[in-house]
């Protein structure tokens, strides 16, 4: 016995030693067997930026088409497809997924941009469009879940903030307006340097990026008229005082070549295209989408010249886009396929569904219509509101020329039957008015659902009706937000619980701060 415990002793110390020995060894050239030959210690913010608009443009509340089936435009028999038109109980986590995707992907890539061109004087303009572009990010996610980690948001590697404090989403909008207002000041055509063909949206063009800045802030300003009404006078005023976006020349959009990897291909129509369309044949519809009931409706009751653009229906496999057997299906389907579901509306291949489009970020249709608000409360004198609504419907038709390619999409004697058909009724109330001008919005900012919601939520328009299907988890009512991810009451426990103590239940009735009762 003794024998065998010496013989296991020594072993045991020759086997230590030898450990010492190769580790010994192994720390000598660490550094240079454990770094990847082919990755970068240092990004490259022309990379990295570019990176950042993609993802920023494909996370959104239209990639997952949840906001498609809430503003009515889509639905589906079953209750997956059709959460957004439902309101499911079972499916209520779905909307979690923007927070989910946003935070490693655009949010984590802004924030790197900007840690490496802000401190050097010859990128301000970088800097610059960086901060706008994180200002776009951000309010596009605060507005679905409210309050959010933002002042400590992707600190994980930088600062070891691995639970970062939810921000109220009033200190959000101070933020982000103050980082808009501050960046649109700073550009510089005089200073050279930009991102040139990194840049997806602009390609450099800092005079450009002027104008989405205070177009956002035109965006952001109004969103807080419940809130405090004099704040959005001062927001919106001193917006369109610097130059907002007027015309087709300056809109944000983002170009696809639709080929190659899915990053190349336009993000919202890719999503709808997979999800259901790639057949396109009508009936073989992977999650039993189609056009909604109220949506085709409205679009065929004001012979809305867009309803040939949008929408097909298959007839003997083949699409038609004839005006006349456009229908679209009821919302409360309860988990059957409809007998005659090859009959209904889907969207159209050649633009909705069209992966080599451009995604249109903010338009000129959209600053339009906001301004056009803007002059009914008084707030803007140069243009009628008249005027200023009339514009946003031309050019709302006026963009499916951009999305679809060709010229003349739409023929502008319709256009101008249209808009006579359509005109703002001036005599009567700021609220009537305000119903016409978002009713238009409604259908002129398609596929845009996420900014149709956000308006939908703080004006009331339009005055869509609820689903109460059974089993849902509203009460038969349009969801005000978005539910956390299950992860963050595990992981980010304090935060989460305050975030929520602060603005209330993590439900879907949950107002979020500027939408106020």
């Given at each position: 016995m003794k024998q065998t415990i010496t013989k296991y002793k020594y072993t045991g110390l020759l086997s230590l030693a030898l450990c010492t020995t190769l580790l010994q060894s192994c720390d000598k050239d660490f550094e240079e067997i454990n770094t990847n030959p082919n990755a970068v210690s240092v990004p490259t913010p022309q990379y990295l930026f570019s990176k950042a608009l993609y993802d920023g443009a494909a996370y959104s509340g239209n990639t997952g088409k949840l906001l498609f089936g809430a503003m009515q435009y889509t639905t589906s028999y079953n209750d997956v497809e059709g959460f957004g038109s439902k309101y499911v109980a079972s499916q209520v986590n779905r909307t979690s997924e923007f927070f989910t995707l946003a935070y490693p992907a655009q949010i984590n890539e802004i924030g790197e941009v900007i840690k490496a061109v802000k401190d050097d004087p010859t990128k301000?303009?970088?800097?610059a469009v960086a901060r706008i572009w994180k200002a776009y990010c951000f309010s596009r996610l605060t507005d679905l879940y409210g309050d959010i980690p933002y002042s400590q948001a992707a600190q994980g590697y930088n600062l070891s903030l691995f639970q970062p404090k939810y921000d109220p989403q009033s200190a959000i909008y101070a933020d982000m307006l103050k980082e808009l207002e501050e960046a649109a000041a700073a550009l510089s055509p005089a200073n050279a340097t930009t991102f040139?063909?990194?840049?997806?949206?602009?390609?450099g063009n800092t005079a450009q990026w002027k104008k989405l800045a205070y177009s956002l802030m035109l965006r952001l300003g109004m969103r807080l008229t419940k809130v405090d009404a004099a704040a959005a006078q001062s927001w919106v005023t001193k917006a369109i005082a610097g130059g907002v976006i007027k015309e087709h020349a300056d809109i944000a959009k983002v170009s696809y070549v639709g080929s190659g990897q899915e990053i190349n291909r336009n993000p919202v129509a890719w999503q709808l295209l997979k999800d259901n369309y790639l057949r396109a044949d009508g009936n073989n519809n992977t999650e039993g989408g189609k056009y909604q009931k109220a949506f085709i409706d409205s679009l065929k009751i004001n012979n809305?010249?867009?309803?040939?653009?949008?929408?097909?229906?298959?007839?003997?496999?083949?699409?038609n886009s004839t005006e006349a057997i456009q229908k679209g299906m009821a919302s409360n389907i309860n988990g059957t396929k409809p007998a005659d579901f090859v009959t209904y509306s889907e969207p159209k291949q050649t633009t909705v569904l069209k992966i080599d489009a451009p995604l249109l970020l903010f338009t000129a249709a959209e600053s339009n219509f906001l301004l056009a608000e803007a002059a009914l409360r008084n707030w803007y004198s140069a243009e009628t509101a008249t005027a200023l609504y009339e514009k946003g419907i031309r050019l709302s038709m006026q963009q499916w020329d951009l999305i679809s390619g060709t010229t003349g999409t739409i023929d502008a004697g319709r256009i101008n039957s249209y808009v006579a058909a359509h005109a703002l009724r001036t005599s009567a109330s700021q609220a009537v008015q305000l119903e016409q001008i978002y009713n238009q919005f409604w259908v002129g900012i398609f596929p845009d659902a996420q900014e149709v919601y956000n308006n939908y939520r703080r004006t009331g328009y339009p005055a869509l009706v609820p689903n109460n299907y059974p089993g849902n988890a509203t009460g038969g009512r349009i969801f005000r937000r978005c539910l956390y991810p299950v992860l963050e009451q595990t992981l980010n426990r304090a935060s989460y619980n305050e975030a929520i103590g602060r603005q209330g239940a993590d439900d879907l009735m949950t107002r979020v701060w500027w939408d106020k009762q």
């Amino acid at each position: 016995m003794k024998q065998t415990i010496t013989k296991y002793k020594y072993t045991g110390l020759l086997s230590l030693a030898l450990c010492t020995t190769l580790l010994q060894s192994c720390d000598k050239d660490f550094e240079e067997i454990n770094t990847n030959p082919n990755a970068v210690s240092v990004p490259t913010p022309q990379y990295l930026f570019s990176k950042a608009l993609y993802d920023g443009a494909a996370y959104s509340g239209n990639t997952g088409k949840l906001l498609f089936g809430a503003m009515q435009y889509t639905t589906s028999y079953n209750d997956v497809e059709g959460f957004g038109s439902k309101y499911v109980a079972s499916q209520v986590n779905r909307t979690s997924e923007f927070f989910t995707l946003a935070y490693p992907a655009q949010i984590n890539e802004i924030g790197e941009v900007i840690k490496a061109v802000k401190d050097d004087p010859t990128k301000i303009n970088m800097y610059a469009v960086a901060r706008i572009w994180k200002a776009y990010c951000f309010s596009r996610l605060t507005d679905l879940y409210g309050d959010i980690p933002y002042s400590q948001a992707a600190q994980g590697y930088n600062l070891s903030l691995f639970q970062p404090k939810y921000d109220p989403q009033s200190a959000i909008y101070a933020d982000m307006l103050k980082e808009l207002e501050e960046a649109a000041a700073a550009l510089s055509p005089a200073n050279a340097t930009t991102f040139g063909v990194a840049d997806l949206i602009y390609q450099g063009n800092t005079a450009q990026w002027k104008k989405l800045a205070y177009s956002l802030m035109l965006r952001l300003g109004m969103r807080l008229t419940k809130v405090d009404a004099a704040a959005a006078q001062s927001w919106v005023t001193k917006a369109i005082a610097g130059g907002v976006i007027k015309e087709h020349a300056d809109i944000a959009k983002v170009s696809y070549v639709g080929s190659g990897q899915e990053i190349n291909r336009n993000p919202v129509a890719w999503q709808l295209l997979k999800d259901n369309y790639l057949r396109a044949d009508g009936n073989n519809n992977t999650e039993g989408g189609k056009y909604q009931k109220a949506f085709i409706d409205s679009l065929k009751i004001n012979n809305d010249p867009r309803l040939s653009v949008l929408a097909v229906v298959y007839v003997g496999g083949a699409a038609n886009s004839t005006e006349a057997i456009q229908k679209g299906m009821a919302s409360n389907i309860n988990g059957t396929k409809p007998a005659d579901f090859v009959t209904y509306s889907e969207p159209k291949q050649t633009t909705v569904l069209k992966i080599d489009a451009p995604l249109l970020l903010f338009t000129a249709a959209e600053s339009n219509f906001l301004l056009a608000e803007a002059a009914l409360r008084n707030w803007y004198s140069a243009e009628t509101a008249t005027a200023l609504y009339e514009k946003g419907i031309r050019l709302s038709m006026q963009q499916w020329d951009l999305i679809s390619g060709t010229t003349g999409t739409i023929d502008a004697g319709r256009i101008n039957s249209y808009v006579a058909a359509h005109a703002l009724r001036t005599s009567a109330s700021q609220a009537v008015q305000l119903e016409q001008i978002y009713n238009q919005f409604w259908v002129g900012i398609f596929p845009d659902a996420q900014e149709v919601y956000n308006n939908y939520r703080r004006t009331g328009y339009p005055a869509l009706v609820p689903n109460n299907y059974p089993g849902n988890a509203t009460g038969g009512r349009i969801f005000r937000r978005c539910l956390y991810p299950v992860l963050e009451q595990t992981l980010n426990r304090a935060s989460y619980n305050e975030a929520i103590g602060r603005q209330g239940a993590d439900d879907l009735m949950t107002r979020v701060w500027w939408d106020k009762q």
